[in-house]
């Protein structure tokens, strides 16, 4: 005889208690810690003086209610840096179609011409070396004498040979000597208008035309 307390299906009863059990972490949630100290008194010893004092459960209580407090600012700062992650996205986007300024020296070829904003902290002779992708030196380009401050330098996108190389990003190399013989300090940029932004793994880039560069190095935005 079979009453409705005993399952006629053995395997739908181990189901169910497999179902039952829970999967093991390795993270200690204010739950985790709730069920060790329940444990922790239902397993203690009543005649230990260890166990009578007040003052250690007080400590567990206030470790418990601190543990919840760090999880809950923890949530909240997930939750703002969110929404600082699509306030600043959003603010990036903006920067399409408007002309930025990188740092960084390097030209942008485009239809045989490029141009560097170039700043010497003093008057001095400038020779410039410009690199292909691969490193190898193509041009030397020699600027004479230029002065302190601000200055614009182009290139015709010419070899040492002449011949015309393919448009796109070349690296250049600086050489500014002052009339003592002494290094002059330069810092150069190139001025470009943003087609587009993309953002992964955190960082964010700005595109113009083939070219990319890191948000990081836009100095200066203009209209």
Known sequence: MQTGMISSNPTATAATSSGAKKTPSNTLNSDSFLQLLVTQLQNQDPTSASSQDPNA????????????????????LTG????TS???????????????TISGPQFNLSSG???MNLNLSSAADVTLKVSNANGQVVATLSQGNLKAGSNTVTWNGKDANG???PDGAYSVSVSATGANGAAVANTS?????VTGVSFQNGTVSLSSGSNSYNLSNV?????
């Open 219 to 223: 100095i200066a935005i203009n209209a």
């Open 57 to 76: 459960m007080i400590q567990q209580l206030t470790s418990f209610s601190s543990l919840q407090e760090t999880q809950n600012t923890n949530a909240l």
């Open 163 to 165: 011949k015309q190389l």
């Open 113 to 115: 011409a490029a141009s």
């Open 80 to 83: 703002l840096q969110a929404q």
């Open 189 to 193: 940029s190139i001025d470009v208008k």
């Open 86 to 100: 699509g306030l600043f996205q959003a603010q990036a986007a903006a920067l399409v179609g408007k002309t930025v």
